[in-house]
């Protein structure tokens, strides 16, 4: 049995989520309302002491947390479909561009990072705002000049068959699109999406079709 404790917009739960159902793992996804706090309660720091999601429990063992380890721990224990290449070199490169997108960028805008720009540095929502859009926007024309002129950039971002990194380019690219941007100006990175989101694995991941988001209402 798989639990995750997750948030329907959290963009490293929107990870993991995706791996759970490119694997065909089924999975119990708890949701832990980040805008009400309850990730600070002390039933869930119990569960995972950073107060973040997610987190993800297999068969009663400890508590797994940190999207790519937990996404290499699956790859590594259900190995279909692979989400690392077979050569070391494509999955430094992979890992790479994931890097790119869940940890040179994502952190720049979680909660806990607005609301340190909003309670201690006393920024505006419109500050707070084109901060968020700067950082999304920064990984997306990365992600970009990296993979447009990259000869092992296929279909997706690493050959034929997505890997890590689609999911890691996914959660930025659906949180920018979220804050209004458009991934015209990034052909690579629009192109690789819509390959993603003809997935019926990523396109049932996705943020908005999640419990408790506004679409759901």
Not at 60 to 87: F, H, K, T, V, W
Not at 114 to 132: C, N
Request: aromatic share 8%; charged share 25%; glycine share 6%.
């Amino acid at each position: 049995m798989i639990k995750m404790y997750g948030f329907w917009r959290s963009a490293a739960a929107f990870r993991v989520r995706i791996a759970l159902n490119l694997k065909r793992l089924a999975f119990e996804e708890e949701m832990i309302d980040l805008d009400a706090g309850e990730q600070n309660l002390p039933a869930y720091r119990a569960v995972n002491p950073q107060e973040v999601v997610p987190s993800v429990i297999i068969d009663g063992a400890p508590p797994m947390y940190e999207s790519l380890a937990i996404i290499e721990y699956l790859d590594e224990i259900y190995r279909d479909p692979p989400l690392l290449p077979a050569d070391a070199r494509g999955r430094a490169r992979v890992r790479a561009l994931s890097l790119i997108w869940a940890a040179d960028h994502h952190p720049l805008i979680v909660p806990r990072v607005r609301r340190y720009l909003a309670e201690t540095l006393g920024v505006d929502e419109p500050g707070r705002t084109a901060w968020i859009r700067h950082w999304f926007a920064e990984g997306l024309r990365i992600g970009e000049a990296r993979m447009a002129a990259d000869a092992e950039t296929g279909s997706f971002c690493h050959g034929d068959t997505p890997t890590m990194a689609d999911l890691c380019l996914m959660s930025q690219a659906m949180g920018a699109r979220g804050f209004g941007i458009d991934l015209a100006a990034y052909p690579t990175v629009a192109r690789i999406v819509d390959a993603c989101l003809a997935q019926d694995a990523f396109a049932r991941a996705l943020p908005l079709r999640q419990k408790g988001a506004p679409a759901a209402h």
